[in-house]
């Protein structure tokens, strides 16, 4: 096995191209620029392209470092024609390439198609990194030393607040830090109502909260919230799959709770990341079995509705939290 040809893959993109550009930068010590860094998307170029490149002596510089995104050759991914590499001449070179230049193939799922025979070959000869989604703790550190990166600090209640409107997604933290660092300016730490002011809470922890609120019997807030975020474009029919997608969770999160699985233990099973499980098993103590599963054939009924009724959808969603 070689360490100059390298797949980092993962279900988050941020994360597969942070440790992406960790690898290039351990390689070229001395910076990327113009005559040692290419990067393809392999959607867009040729793979024949990238192989020359590859082979290619580096120019000026002693190193070169050849990035491909979007490597969806090693995935079940289902392309058109066009875009289809060649797989017997990329088997070919992996089998066969000894240059000095680091080839990193970049992949965004969480799971490669191991049937393939690229795929095998691709893992008999090259170094593979899989790249987990960062635990809420993970999460909480990354979040203070990007901030003290940038001369800033962040209180332990307004951080606990930052999770619980964006939930776990990399890419929504991200964006959301850079607004409030924006926002705070000269000022160095960041306090519970800077959070508030300025964070928007996700999609999936507005849901979240839409469940709280059915949960509470407080059936107002939560058609309100169902108006909020119509309002704000989401469609019916996406809300009601995100819905549907909760309750299964809690479903689940009910049966392996009662058979003394940790959240921990949940979370492997289900294959459901640590920090959803721990929001459901806060909800799951409300709710007996039969409850949970009669709430999903209600989900399942406005489902059939949404797609074949003329009854304005909106109505329908309203009407499903009101008999929840």
Known sequence: ????????????PELVEKKSNELVNDFLEEGKDDFNFIKFNLYETNISSIIEEALTLPFISEKKAIVVKNSFMFTGEKVSKEITPNTDQVIEFLEKYDGNNL????????????????????????????????????????????????????????LNLFIELTGINFNVISQ?????????????????????????????????????????????????????LIIMKEEPIKLLAL?????????????????????????KTINVH????????GQVKHYQLN?????????????????SSYIDKQLILELLILAL
């Not at 096995?1 to 988050?12: F, K, L, P």
């Not at 550190?141 to 209180?155: A, F, G, P, T």
């Not at 819905?243 to 979370?267: A, D, E, F, V």
Request: hydrophobic share 35%; aromatic share 8%.
């Open 103 to 158: 080839l990193i193939f970049e992949i965004y799922q969480s799971k490669l198609d191991e049937r393939k025979k690229l795929t095998k070959t691709l893992k008999n000869t090259s170094k593979l990194y899989k790249v987990e989604q960062m635990s809420e703790q993970e999460m909480k550190s990354w979040i203070q030393n990007k901030l003290h990166e940038n001369y800033k600090d962040i209180k332990q209640d307004a």
């Open 176 to 228: 959301e830090l850079d607004k409030i660092i924006l926002f705070l300016g000269d000022r160095t730490t960041i306090n519970k109502n800077d959070v508030s002011l300025i964070i928007n809470r996700s999609l999936e922890q507005n849901v979240f909260l839409l469940t709280e609120y059915i949960q509470k019997g407080d059936k107002n807030k939560a058609i309100q919230l169902v108006k909020d």
């Open 243 to 267: 819905i549907t997608s909760n309750y299964r969770l809690y479903y689940q999160c009910k049966i392996l709770s009662r058979k003394g699985y940790s959240g921990q233990q949940i979370s």
């Open 291 to 307: 409850e949970l599963l009669n709430i999903i054939n209600h989900c399942a009924e406005t489902d059939y509705k949404l797609k």
């Open 1 to 12: 096995m070689r360490n100059n040809v390298v797949a980092v893959y993962g279900e988050v």
């Open 274 to 281: 640590p920090y959803r499980v721990k929001l459901a098993l």
